[in-house]
Nanobody, 122 residues
Framework: QVQLVESGGGLVQDGGSLRLSCVAS????????MAWYRQAPRKQRELVAS???????NYVDSAKGRFSISRDNDKKTVYLQMNTLKPEDTAVYYC????????????????WGQGTQVTVSS
């Protein structure tokens, strides 16, 4: 089994910062691309930022210049540093990863974490 566990969410004021972490564990042979998504109430889940195994990054326009995604392959962890947070950033943030398990017969699969709530007060 493979698990993704997020942490670091919470309540912060407008303009504040938070750092989210997501640790992958279990029967992992290879950890490929990792990403952060978010879902606000009554809205569709959207991609916030992604990072390839080589470290290439991509951001949604609203996150550019404020958020930074990074990873530590030895720790099987992906981070999302969020600065200058705005009320519209309020959402549940989900970690996503493309993983090849030790049972390679299933090939690469995408896994999701359980989500962590980020609330930005005005």
């Amino acid at each position: 089994q493979v698990q993704l566990v997020e942490s670091g969410g919470g309540l912060v004021q407008d303009g504040g910062s938070l750092r989210l972490s997501c640790v992958a564990s279990g029967r992992i042979f290879s950890l490929d691309a990792m990403a952060w998504y978010r879902q606000a109430p009554r809205k569709q889940r959207e991609l916030v930022a992604s990072i390839s195994s080589a470290g290439s990054t991509n951001y949604v326009d609203s996150a550019k210049g404020r958020f930074s995604i990074s990873r530590d392959n030895d720790k099987k962890t992906v981070y999302l540093q969020m600065n200058t947070l705005k009320p519209e950033d309020t959402a549940v943030y989900y970690c996503n990863a493309r993983i090849l398990g030790t049972d390679m017969s299933f090939g690469y699969q995408y896994y999701w974490g359980q989500g962590t709530q980020v609330t930005v007060s005005s």
